[in-house]
């Protein structure tokens, strides 16, 4: 194979399009029942990230550029929960569009798979935020980590819509990427190190990812509701949370599905761009 050839025994970046359009066409046609309790699964296992991250953050002895990172760090834990134990995440499944452009699944079934994963991750995110609420997880730290968590959420909320959505559009390029690149390994050690730098600079750089949202959201205001740390007057509120959301997966949509599906459908997989050469490398000069 040229794959050997140039020393990596990595799916070259043409195989990686090929892959990405198979598996696409098989989640578009996935049963409702698996698709929406998969869907549930990497909504908690995005929370779960969050959770982590979240701990990070709550230490005021860190300086920024740290916290930021290792936070980032630790928030990779629910993709790679995603990409190695299976589940259905919308963000990486906005990739459809590959398998779309090329006619392979209709219009109709993208949106089925978007609409059921989308809700079923907001379902399975909300849902590990309030068993972390009930396990009285936010008082960590005399309560530093249910005040971080009220913090996160308000920015979220306060961000304007511009920003939010360019935020949106950043973050999901990298996470796309992260599971393009994921794509491209043969074993689990190949996948986690894909995953961890993408996932590591989207939250180090402050991105907005709808379902980390839905988990971060939802337990804010849990929190505000309690007796405990955080609590006092809502200031997180449903239609914030509705607001935010909406903005951010739209973005979201943007960057995984055009700047990266559609992108590189044009360019391995459309009779105008190519393909080019099948090498670990990617296309020559």
């Known amino acids: 194979m040229t794959t050997e050839i140039y020393g990596s025994d990595a799916y070259s970046p043409s195989e990686v399009a090929r892959r990405i359009e198979t598996v696409g066409v098989a989640k578009a046609q996935m049963a409702l029942l698996p698709l929406a309790m998969l869907g549930v699964l990497a909504g908690a296992f995005i929370g ?7 701990i990070v953050r ?3 002895s860190l300086g920024l550029a740290a916290s930021q990172l290792v936070s980032g760090l630790v928030f990779s834990l629910g993709l790679l929960l995603v990409v190695v134990a299976g589940a259905e995440l919308f963000t990486g499944n906005n990739l459809l569009a590959m ?39 936010t008082g960590m730290g005399a309560g530093a980590v249910g005040r971080t968590v009220v913090r996160i959420a ?17 973050c999901n390029v990298l996470v796309c990427m992260a599971v393009w690149m994921a794509m491209a390994g043969r074993s689990v050690t190949d996948k986690a190190v894909a ?13 907005e990812h709808s379902i980390a949202n839905m988990y971060l959201m939802p ?19 449903l239609a914030g949370m509705g607001a935010n959301l909406a903005i951010v997966i739209a ?21 105008a761009g190519g393909p080019p050469p099948d090498r670990a490398g990617g296309p020559s000069a």
Not at 156 to 167: C, G, H, M, S, T
Request: hydrophobic letters at 55%.
């Open 251 to 271: 973005g979201n949509l943007l960057g995984g599905s055009v700047l990266v599906g559609l992108a590189y459908h044009v360019i391995y997989r459309s009779k």
């Open 219 to 237: 337990l804010a205001m849990l929190v505000q509701s309690g007796s405990g740390p955080g609590a006092g007057t809502p200031v997180v509120t």
């Open 48 to 54: 779960l990230g969050a959770m982590l991250s979240v």
């Open 154 to 170: 308000l920015a979220k909320q306060d961000l304007p819509w511009q920003e939010a959505f360019f935020r949106a559009v950043m």
């Open 58 to 60: 709550s230490d005021a």
């Open 99 to 137: 398998a779309w452009a090329d006619r392979k699944i209709t219009s109709a079934q993208v949106l089925r798979n978007w609409v059921v994963v989308c809700a079923a991750n907001f379902v399975g995110a909300a849902g590990l935020a309030l068993l972390v609420d009930l396990s009285g997880h």
């Open 195 to 207: 995953v961890v730098f993408p996932i590591t600079a989207f939250v180090a750089a402050g991105f």
